[in-house]
């Protein structure tokens, strides 16, 4: 009896199965897995779809060839439009999708160029049944027992669209201990959710009982998600190489009981469920977290308040020995942690989120190329446009650059009542103004780009991009309009990071198209894009210039300038009308900031203001590229600038100077007086920096961050090629440099090497204070130089900056985290 269920797509992946018996070729079924909207989950069969590709101007002896071979299910004529032109071209049917990468290279040496030949069976299905990350499923419910772990078991006959929604998935976190002497497994921590409570269940026993027990776990909990802090680098293969060595062939923990394995450098295949390292989950958000340390301690001290709990790791063996029982709490404190981070962070939340605007189950999206985004909305098109779809290109080779946009020169300086105006979604509205798109590209197009490429005109064709983009602008709108009409929390929030998502994805368009490798890639529709921008920024730089309004700077999307008339209202007032003003067709321009005051040393992309709008972040610090933002710089290091930026924005220069010498001289003495006092001193001197694979580099032994993670190894922490390490300068006299790992939580016992700390400082701290005659050896040895630049002469182009006005109070400083 058939029946229907609106489901939100996991996973989808095919198997391949003889549908008459054993002795019957195989042919493939495909497999979607999700959870339905009333929390249950399902796993659903489709049968009887076929994979296929395209062949361009497919030759007599090629048709001839591929109708007779028997592998061919179906070759049939049709024509699409390539390269702007309608082209014979066939559409080869294969009975199997593993077959496909064989096929494609056999039309090549017939002299027929392939298309479409590159896209997962399972991308193939979903394209063209046109599903969405959520889908209503008609079929007929089975009984999933002995075949899938699941709640629902549905073969299924048809699919409907159905609107998205956030499923509760049910994400499973595990740790494993074992030892450091034969590498057998001690026990294994793991804690999932039930219905919002924390489950926790520990694993100990004979070897092969803790593994054995696990999978059944596993199968029995039915996650959607298993998780784990860096399970990809550790736990999954010592899982694998522990089951080999007990006579465990198979690790059956996917939902149809298949084994997983390996897939690529960081992914896991389990069939229905996704493998989610949350290491890698805290890396993918390093824009907003702005992490100096990546080891579970670091990450759950920072973003929980609550970190692991002490046992030396490379004394378990000991340890286990001695008390049992610590080890294992140890062990599910590991698991429980990482799933709270992997909560905290949203990861899962906002890739759902980007699944649902872009059409995919949620794996390929946490786990894909943002061109799998893309992929998925420009090919449905391009397929009912009857538009061919190249395979990718092959990655590296020679790149055609695309000059980048516009920015304007920093002059050095201090300034006042700086306005910053934006752009709100400038390329997507650049691409719809003006038909940008690889299917309009034409000699004979009317509308001419600065770079000198033509389109067409909307109303001689309409570009595939164009109406993509406007499609999306409007569910944006309509989504924001929902949001501000709910009442309930939980609505608000999910429309919140749909709009978002959708904005992501808009957003992510000029720079999948521009990448060499992408199917789509047209070198003139990337250049006038920019070339475009590029033109409109100058027009309006012309425009405030011609009037007398000094520009301060612009980049890409942002013009700022200082208001003709100082003071926040009339400032504000002028903001929003020079806004309106430059507000031209589809292209609007809205007030980011106002800074009362605005201090670069002259650099592109770096600045530092205070701000005096939005009211609600009156007196907030802003910094761009300096190395408050950067992640690599040491805390003493980024709180000293923030400081001396603070006095400096307060309009107190000699103060920023005493303070800026003060603060060098106290590192120097190794009594630095602004570090936290309720953090270990020693913690503000960390560096931490990302170290690959040895072979990457050319001189591994003299990198200092090589040579921190060669001693975490020998120390018996856990590393990764990728992994960010942290590091304490003893010795910077040597060559190379002595250095100490520094671990979260582990006392330091070296003495660092302030002189090399004091320097880095005052090399940091001269970027501001050089503008007053202070440079790097001035600020390191506390001395003047006889000679000195006038703040007045030269350093500032002959800009006669503002006179210094009394210091004011400190007020609350944020670094807030927009571009």
Not at 414 to 435: H, K, T
Not at 583 to 603: N, P
Request: net charge negative; hydrophobic share 40%.
């Amino acid at each position: 009896m058939s029946d229907s269920w609106d489901v939100r797509l996991v996973t989808a992946s095919y198997r391949r199965e003889p549908p008459g018996g054993p002795e019957d070729p195989q042919e493939p079924v495909i497999q979607l897995f999700g959870r339905t909207r009333d929390g249950r989950s399902i796993a659903i069969e489709y049968s009887g779809f076929r994979p296929y590709f395209y062949v361009v101007a497919p030759s007599p002896a090629l048709r001839d060839g591929f109708v007779r071979d028997r592998q061919v299910a179906a070759f049939e004529e049709v024509i699409l439009e390539v390269e702007g032109r309608p082209t014979p071209c066939a559409r080869v049917v294969l009975r199997q999708p593993w077959k496909t990468p064989e096929y494609r290279e056999k039309a090549r040496r017939f002299g027929s160029t392939p298309l479409e030949a590159d896209i997962p069976f399972q991308h193939r299905f979903i394209y063209d049944m046109d599903l969405g990350a959520a889908v209503r499923v008609h079929g007929t419910p089975a009984d999933p027992a002995g075949r899938y772990t699941t709640d629902l078991f549905v073969v299924a006959d048809r699919f409907e669209p159905c609107e998205p929604f956030r499923p509760q998935l049910r994400i499973l976190s595990f740790d494993i201990e074992n030892s450091i002497r034969d590498g057998h497994i001690f026990c294994i921590g793991v804690v999932y959710r039930e219905q919002g409570e924390l489950k926790t269940r520990v694993l100990a026993g004979t070897e092969k009982e803790i593994i054995e027990r696990f999978v059944k776990l596993v199968q029995e909990t039915d996650p959607d998600v298993i998780s784990g802090y860096n399970i990809d680098g550790y736990d999954l293969p010592v899982l694998v190489e522990r089951a080999q060595k007990n006579g465990i062939p198979k690790l059956q923990l996917a939902r149809d009981f298949s084994d997983f394995f390996h897939l690529g450098e960081r992914f896991w295949r389990v069939d229905g469920r996704i493998v989610t390292d949350v290491w890698w989950a805290v890396k993918a958000e390093r824009l907003t977290l702005h992490l100096k340390q990546e080891t579970l301690d670091y990450v759950a001290k920072h973003l929980l308040g609550e970190g692991k709990h002490d046992l030396e790791r490379q004394k378990i063996d000991e340890e286990w020995e001695r008390d049992r029982d610590k080890v294992i709490r140890y062990c599910v404190n590991d698991a429980e942690l990482s799933l709270k981070i992997l909560e905290r962070v949203r990861r899962i939340e906002k890739t759902l989120d980007l699944a649902a605007v872009s059409k995919l189950p949620l794996e390929d999206v946490l786990h894909g190329r943002t061109s799998n985004l893309i992929d998925s909305i420009l090919i449905r098109a391009a397929d009912r446009a009857k538009v061919a779809v190249p395979m990718m290109k092959m990655r590296g080779g020679r790149v055609e650059q695309i000059e980048g946009g516009y920015v304007h020169s920093l002059q050095p300086g201090l300034y006042e009542w700086v306005i910053s105006l934006d752009f709100r979604a400038m390329y997507p509205s650049l691409i719809i103004e003006n038909n940008i798109c690889f299917t309009t590209v034409s000699p004979d197009g009317s509308i001419e780009s600065p770079t000198g490429a033509k389109f067409l005109s909307a109303d001689v064709k309409k570009g595939l991009l164009p109406v993509i983009l406007a499609n999306l602008m409007k569910e944006r709108q309509d989504v924001r309009a929902r949001m501000r009409d709910a009442t309930a929390p939980e609505m608000k929030d999910f429309y919140e990071g749909l709009q978002a998502a959708i904005k992501v994805l808009m957003n992510a368009f000029y720079g999948v198209l521009a990448s060499s490798f992408y199917r789509f890639n047209d070198p003139k529709v990337g250049a006038s894009i920019t070339g475009f921008a590029r033109e409109r920024i100058k027009g309006i730089i012309g425009e405030l210039e011609a009037e007398g309004v000094k520009v301060v700077y612009a980049d890409t999307d942002s013009v700022f300038f200082q208001s003709p008339t100082p003071g926040l209202e009339s400032s504000l007032e002028f903001a929003r009308r020079t806004a309106e003003r430059f507000s031209r067709g589809r292209i609007s321009m809205e007030v980011d900031k106002i800074f009362e005051t605005l201090f670069s040393h002259g650099r592109k992309k770096r600045y530092a203001g205070k701000v005096g709008w939005p009211t609600d972040m009156g007196g907030q610090l802003v910094v761009r590229g300096y190395e408050i933002r950067r992640t690599d710089a040491f805390d003493l290091q980024s709180e000293a600038q923030r400081r001396v930026f603070e006095r400096i924005l307060d309009r107190d220069q000699d103060g920023a100077v005493a303070l800026a010498r003060g603060i060098v001289a106290e590192v120097r003495a190794g009594t630095p007086s602004i570090v936290d006092p309720e953090r270990d001193p020693i913690e503000s001197l960390v560096i931490s920096r990302t170290v690959k694979d040895e072979t990457q580099y050319v001189n591994p032994n003299s990198m200092s961050n090589v040579i921190a993670a060669r001693k975490l190894e020998e120390m018996g922490e856990e590393f990764m090629p990728g992994m960010k390490v942290s590091w304490i300068v003893t010795d910077s006299k040597r060559s190379p440099m002595e250095v100490e790992p520094y671990v979260s939580g582990r006392p330091f016992e070296k003495r660092p090497d302030w002189e090399y700390y004091a320097r880095r400082v005052a090399q940091t701290l001269a970027y501001i204070t050089e503008a007053y005659g202070w440079d790097e050896k001035a600020l390191f040895t506390g001395t003047l130089p006889a000679q000195q630049t006038s703040l007045f002469g030269d350093a500032f182009g002959g800009e006669t900056l503002p006179e210094r006005g009394p210091a004011k109070a400190k007020k609350d400083l944020t670094l807030e985290d927009f571009f």
